[in-house]
């Protein structure tokens, strides 16, 4: 859908909905134990088809994550981790690297990266955090991996570019994001490249880290 995160469609039914949302969260904020359990436990709007367009609904959850003060993402040294596994060259032999089933069918080197992100999303972040990097990946694999029933054949998935990494690059830090890893503000042409290019990275192999998540998550992941 064009537009989607970026034009709010019905500006007043996109307002009551960040309002609805956002006074939550602001009123917890007075009582520290309730937080946890405002971000589990939310009172949803009365909402109809008609009172909340499509648009609208994405551009107020872009709206509520932008505000998070540490971002998407909670962690800065995540960040630049993900960033790392960006540019990493991984070498030629990794080709010879066990693919687990989970896996299946991925280059060898492609699963690397892979079970690289999803390493540093278990290590690198609390259960909150790791709830939201799921639920808001989750979402956006969704949008980008549509299925397409060719002629005769079975079901396929394929991978449609939306520009997501551009809307959401700048929310993966937060306030916190004006700086680098040693404190310098940084460049903010390079910046918005960083991070677009880490948003990029998660969300086009999303589809696999939730994947290989799920499956050490059984706990027999020594198995492979």
């Not at 946890?36 to 609208?56: F, I």
């Not at 060719?150 to 937060?174: C, I, M, S, W």
């Amino acid at each position: 859908m064009p537009g989607l995160f970026v034009d709010p469609g019905d500006l007043k039914a996109a307002t009551r909905m960040y309002d609805n949302f956002a006074s939550q969260v602001l009123s917890a904020e007075k009582e520290e134990a309730k937080i946890a359990l405002t971000m589990r436990v939310v009172a949803m709007p009365q909402l109809t088809q008609d009172s909340a367009p499509a648009l609208s609904v994405a551009w107020t959850l872009k709206a509520l994550l932008a505000g998070l003060h540490y971002g998407i993402l909670g962690s800065v040294r995540l960040y630049h981790t993900l960033s790392d596994i960006n540019l990493a060259s991984i070498p030629q032999h990794a080709e010879n690297l066990h693919v687990p089933d989970c896996l299946e069918g991925l280059d060898p080197r492609i699963a690397l990266r892979v079970q690289l992100i999803a390493l540093a999303v278990i290590a690198l972040t609390d259960d909150m955090e790791r709830e939201l990097i799921c639920a808001v990946f989750g979402l956006l694999t969704r949008l980008t991996r549509v299925e397409i029933p060719p002629p005769g054949t079975d079901v396929r998935t394929v991978a449609v570019d939306h520009g997501l990494e551009r809307v959401f690059g700048p929310l993966l830090l937060g306030t916190r994001g004006q700086e680098n890893r040693d404190g310098v503000p940084v460049h903010m042409v390079e910046q918005e490249i960083e991070e677009q290019r880490v948003a990029g990275l998660l969300i086009d192999h999303w589809y696999f880290v939730n994947r290989q998540l799920r499956e050490w998550a059984k706990g027999d992941y020594h198995k492979e």
